[in-house]
């Protein structure tokens, strides 16, 4: 993850590759450590929903003032990890686990 001088990085999605997009790297690293630490290492994993509620409690206030955006944050974390090959999810319903390695 490299900062930019704005305090921003680029993250990826795994639905569209090559194309990256700047988000904040505070708020970002921070759901990072939390999606990582709240996501098992084997399927079928945890639903979106869970993993949001799990990770909810795990963020700076100051960042996410009551938990304001976590869905949001989730999401870009899962599809960045997912390109990365950091995570992985099931088929619909979408559960997402951390892989092995």
């Known amino acids: 993850m490299a ?3 704005d ?3 680029e993250i990826e999605n795994v639905g569209q590759p090559g194309r990256l997009y700047r988000v904040d ?3 970002y690293a921070a759901m990072r450590e939390a999606v990582l630490a709240v996501l098992p290492t084997a399927p079928p994993g945890m639903t979106v929903e869970a993993v949001i509620a799990a990770a909810k409690p795990l963020l700076p ?3 996410f003032p009551g938990g304001e955006k976590a869905g949001w944050w989730v ?3 899962q599809l ?3 390109a990365k090959r950091v995570i992985a999810r099931t088929p ?3 559960r997402l686990y ?3 390695g």
């Open 92 to 94: 619909s319903p979408v």
């Open 3 to 5: 900062l930019k001088p």
């Open 80 to 82: 960045d990890l997912e």
């Open 75 to 77: 999401k870009a974390v």
């Open 25 to 27: 790297g505070a708020k």
């Open 98 to 100: 951390r892989r092995a």
């Open 61 to 63: 206030a100051d960042l």
């Open 7 to 9: 305090g921003r990085i």
